[in-house]
């Protein structure tokens, strides 16, 4: 058992992992400043021993009573209609949370666990993406704010091993999905989700021969504590490999609600990646994770809790 402090606590990956610590005997704090979390994701835990919720920025000095043994950073806008919003809030939880929560695990002698993204590859030009490649950002475009902050957020991790010794995770979350995704969040696949069951047409960006590779959440949230339980420090791309087009997934979204919308094209967003797929090996070599949830399933269960929030 240990006591585990999440950043982005009440978000949609945070809400997932505080559960499943919870759920496997952990003590969990979880901080939120609930910029773009929300309560309702984790109300359900207020009840379970063990759980507390602080309402608190990260990118402001943190302080937590009591032991620690590890910090998991999870905080910041993470769906493209969010960090184009809050641009400045989330290059500083990349940078200044970043700094924090590793200070916070410094000084608690905590493993800290770094939520990167694949966003740190760009529009990468290396095709599936391997932890090896340095990938391909524009610093200075509008998806700069997210990519860079983890950029950087990565660099100030492995320095802080480097430096101080800290022992540190990095994974490299693949786009994730599932149930407490938001309704308005603006990403591709809670947009498509909705738009089906709303009867309102399916908005694919550009002529949607893009790629994207899709993880169902708790997938991901297994693939992330058994990195955690490991002793590698990464990066680990976490993400399912199977590949699909954006308009492959539009297809498959209106079989599997059943719904009779159409599709319309809207402009493609500036930088948006071309093709995007992790290359797993690491994961399934030095931590034996594979995705075990395909994405007609997992959309289906996806699409039940749309319907059930929708009312
Ligand atoms: N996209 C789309 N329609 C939407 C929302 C997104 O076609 O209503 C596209 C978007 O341009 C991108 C892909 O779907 O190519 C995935 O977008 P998302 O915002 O989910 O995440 P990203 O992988 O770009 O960070």
Not at 23 to 29: A, F, L, N, Q, T
Not at 62 to 89: C, K, N
Not at 102 to 124: M, W
Not at 195 to 213: I, N
């Amino acid at each position: 058992m240990a006591r585990v402090v999440v950043t982005g606590g009440a978000g949609f990956l945070g809400s997932h992992l505080c559960e499943a610590l919870l759920d496997r005997g952990d003590e969990v704090v979880a901080l939120d400043n609930l910029l773009t979390g929300d309560v309702a994701n984790i109300e359900h835990l207020f009840a379970r021993p063990g759980f507390t919720f602080v309402r608190h920025d990260v990118s402001t000095f943190i302080w937590v009573p009591g032991p620690v043994d590890a910090v998991l950073h999870f905080a910041s806008p993470a769906s493209p209609r969010d960090y184009l919003e809050m641009p400045i809030q989330t290059l500083k939880v990349g940078s200044l949370g970043t700094h924090n929560s590793l200070g916070l695990a410094k000084a608690k002698g905590a493993r800290f666990l770094l939520a990167s993204t694949s966003e740190v590859y760009g529009d990468p030009q290396v095709h599936p993406q391997h932890e090896s490649y340095w990938g391909h950002v524009n610093p200075v475009g509008p998806r700069g704010v997210y990519d860079e902050a983890k950029r950087f957020a990565e660099a100030m991790t492995m320095a802080y091993h480097r430096y101080h010794g800290l022992d540190v995770r990095i994974v490299r979350i693949f786009n994730t999905y599932g149930p407490r995704m938001r309704v308005d969040d603006g990403r591709v696949v809670s947009n498509f989700l909705v738009q089906a069951l709303q009867g309102k047409p399916l908005t694919v960006y550009g002529d949607g021969s893009q790629t994207r590779s899709f993880c169902y959440v708790d997938d991901e949230i297994r693939g992330v504590l058994d990195l955690l339980d490991s002793d590698v420090t990464g990066p680990v791309n976490i993400g399912n490999p199977d590949e699909y087009t954006v308009r492959e997934l539009a297809e498959l979204v209106l079989e599997v609600t059943g719904s009779s919308s159409e599709i319309v094209h809207e402009p493609l967003p500036a930088d948006d990646p071309a093709q995007r797929r992790p290359d797993i090996t690491l994961a399934r070599t030095a931590l034996g994770w594979r995705p075990e949830v395909d994405l007609r399933e997992g959309l289906a269960r996806t699409a039940d809790w749309f319907r059930r929030t929708l009312g």
